[in-house]
Structures are given as structure tokens and as C-alpha cells.
């Protein structure tokens, strides 16, 4: 599986952006596809995922109601939409592909950036105040 995202760019707070993640290979054979970001200077944490099948949505506390998460039905591209953009959410926002056992096992541990095998190489997203 590889992936690339892309869709960054420079917006002003308040603003909105959509990224896409292009996903080639069997994509659909992992479990979920999820979004990570890394602020400059601090851990790369999560911001929201989606199961392949079910798209069932999860999103961070600080992504509820700004953030929404879609994918389509074949497993090749997946989006993030993102609105009211703070400066807070400037950083390099990657894709990357989990491998979870059911819905249990996601339910769990969807945070949890080790189980996302397959990432993309980022893209950048700065919001200025």
C-alpha cells in the first residue's frame, strides 16, 4: 500500500480546507485509513479515522464538529475536510493505513499511531491568525 497526501496550504483562521489521500495497492484489505498530524516542535498525534467498510467515524476532541473524515467505497482515496481552522491546527497532516482485528479492536486502540503501518508522506497545512 502507498499513499500520498495532498491538499495543504496556507488559510486564515476561520478558513477551511479539504485534504485527499490517494491510496494504491489493496488499500481496502486494512481496516481503516486514518489522519495524524505533527506540529512543528511537538509528537505527531491523531486527529480522525474511518473504517473502510462501515465508515465508522473518530475523531479527536478537538476535531468534533470542524473536522470530517470520508472515504470512498473502493479503498483508493480518502478525504478530510476541515473548517474553522484555528492556528492551533497548523502542521504536517499525514495519511496512513491501520490494521485492526474488528470493530472492537478499533473501537480501542484508533489512536494508537502504531497501527497504522502504511503512511504518506504529508502535507503541509499552515493557518495564519
Known amino acids: 500500500v502507498q499513499l500520498q497526501a495532498c491538499g495543504g496550504g496556507v488559510v486564515q483562521a476561520g478558513g477551511s480546507l479539504r485534504l485527499s489521500c490517494a491510496a494504491s495497492?489493496?488499500?481496502?484489505?486494512?481496516?481503516?485509513l486514518g489522519w495524524f498530524r505533527q506540529a512543528p516542535g511537538k509528537d505527531r498525534e491523531f486527529v480522525t479515522a474511518?473504517?473502510?467498510?462501515?465508515?465508522?467515524?473518530r475523531y479527536a476532541d478537538y476535531a468534533k464538529g470542524r473536522f470530517t473524515i470520508s472515504r470512498d467505497n473502493t479503498g483508493s482515496m480518502g478525504y478530510l475536510e476541515m473548517s474553522s481552522l484555528k492556528p492551533e491546527d497548523t502542521g504536517v497532516y499525514y495519511c496512513?493505513?491501520?490494521?485492526?482485528?474488528?470493530?472492537?479492536?478499533?473501537?480501542?486502540?484508533?489512536?494508537?499511531?502504531?497501527?497504522?503501518?502504511?503512511w504518506g508522506q504529508g502535507t503541509l497545512v499552515t493557518v495564519s491568525s
Open positions: 496512513a493505513t491501520g490494521s485492526f482485528d474488528n470493530d472492537f479492536d478499533y473501537a480501542r486502540d484508533y489512536m494508537n499511531n502504531r497501527r497504522y503501518s502504511h
Open positions: 474511518v473504517t473502510w467498510r462501515s465508515g465508522s467515524r
Open positions: 495497492g489493496r488499500a481496502a484489505v486494512t481496516y481503516a
